[in-house]
């Protein structure tokens, strides 16, 4: 759980364009459905009596493990954020389900703020790359974020000290 400091408030809570998750979640899918367009090959089978029940078994396993490659999807997608507050910026890069990394640092040492747009699709959609360069010579980036021109302009509106609280 996040912790704030005494007079912080969140301002803004990032996480990926809904277009990262399409590629994983169709991949997801056609897993989930291979045992479907197997089973008529199955079924044409001489002895198909025999390997149908073990043809269930391995279509459950399967769906039940396609099921999690979607569920561990999801999660990365997710709890992969990044927390904009009154004072500081806050990273978490979800890897798996169990391991995550957790970043901050001040929003008065934020230097410079970089969008990148990294294709047509992010250009129509709307989203793009932010790579945040602070005093310390170390970058903070999330990729594929929604409104990437208003978060910029309100990292460094809050970075400058130009806001009223």
Known sequence: MLKLEAEEKILLVLH????????????AAALFLAPL???????????A??????????????????LLIGFVF?????LDSMVVTSRRILTIRQEGLFKNTLSEFALEKVQDVTIEIPNFAATFLGYGNIVIQTAGETSFSIK??????????????????????
Do not use: M, Q
Request: with cysteine.
């Open 74 to 78: 999801w999660v990365d997608y997710y």
């Open 144 to 165: 594929e974020v929604p409104d990437v021109y208003k978060v910029k302009e309100l990292i460094i509106t809050y970075a400058r000290g130009n806001h009223t609280v």
């Open 16 to 27: 990926h364009h809904w277009v990262s998750l399409v590629v994983p979640s169709l991949t």
């Open 49 to 66: 009596s025999v390997f149908l029940p073990l043809f269930f078994f391995i279509s459950c396993v399967w769906f039940l493990v396609s």
């Open 37 to 47: 367009f197997a089973f008529p090959f199955v079924v044409a089978l001489e002895r």
